[in-house]
């Protein structure tokens, strides 16, 4: 059966939604990570995946990791319903994983971070202050596409919602308060995160 490694509290966390979504049945392995004695860092995790990070899978002995890829390749092989058959739509939904990855992602796990998911201590303010005019105006990107169109996979929820959805997760986790400032890509969140899917992920998330 394929394995999902990577504790639920982590990009684990969008496999999970993608597998939820497809009705794909797994074993879940929680590699931790983060803490003393992570097992992410223990040889035999770096055998499966040498960065030493989480997530990674094993489809009946296909070892991928890259949260982003497994989900392309979750979703192609077992016929997710999220990914069109079409190949403009295949590359539309590359189109916005890659901008969501280059260009939306550092500088919003850098706000989630130092704002919220670090402990005080261990938090800094800078950080988070320099990467969020950058964050800002590509959120102002995602706005202004919503305001001519409902989802970004086209007529439908699917694979490049699911992608942008599951990534900026984090934004509704830490009730980032400038989410306001764009009201649909707030709504779309929302909507988003409960759909029957993500209610489930979230909760293991939340475990
Ligand atoms: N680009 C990778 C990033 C993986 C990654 O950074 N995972 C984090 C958890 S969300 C991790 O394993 N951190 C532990 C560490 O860096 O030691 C992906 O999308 O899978």
New binding site residues.
């Given amino acids: 059966m394929l394995k999902l490694y990577?504790q639920y509290r982590?990009?684990?966390f969008?496999v999970c939604w993608l597998l939820k979504e497809s009705n794909i049945p797994y074993e879940h392995v929680n590699v931790t990570?983060?803490v003393p004695n992570?097992t992410?860092?223990e040889d035999w995790y770096r055998g499966l995946n040498p960065?030493?990070?989480?997530?990674t899978i094993d489809d009946d002995g296909f070892v991928m990791?890259?949260?982003?890829a497994?989900n392309f390749y979750l979703a192609e092989k077992y016929k997710s319903p999220l990914l069109p058959p079409d190949m403009a739509n295949k590359g539309r939904a590359l189109q916005w994983a890659f901008f969501i990855?280059n260009d939306v992602e550092g500088d919003m796990i850098l706000v989630f971070q130092h704002r919220f998911r670090f402990p005080p201590e261990k938090r800094n303010p800078k950080l988070a202050d320099e990467a969020e005019p950058k964050l800002l105006a590509k959120m102002q990107l995602l706005e202004d596409h919503l305001n001519k169109s409902p989802y970004f996979q086209g007529d439908k929820w699917g694979m490049a919602d699911f992608i942008v959805s599951s990534v900026m997760y984090a934004l509704l986790e830490m009730n980032y308060d400038k989410l306001a400032q764009f009201p649909k890509l707030n709504a779309f969140l929302t909507a988003s995160a409960a759909r029957p899917a993500a209610v489930e992920a979230i909760k293991l998330r939340n475990s």
Wanted: no cysteine.
């Fill in positions: 990577g982590s990009r684990a969008r990570i983060n992570a992410a860092k960065n030493a990070r989480v997530p990791w890259e949260s982003a497994i990855s």
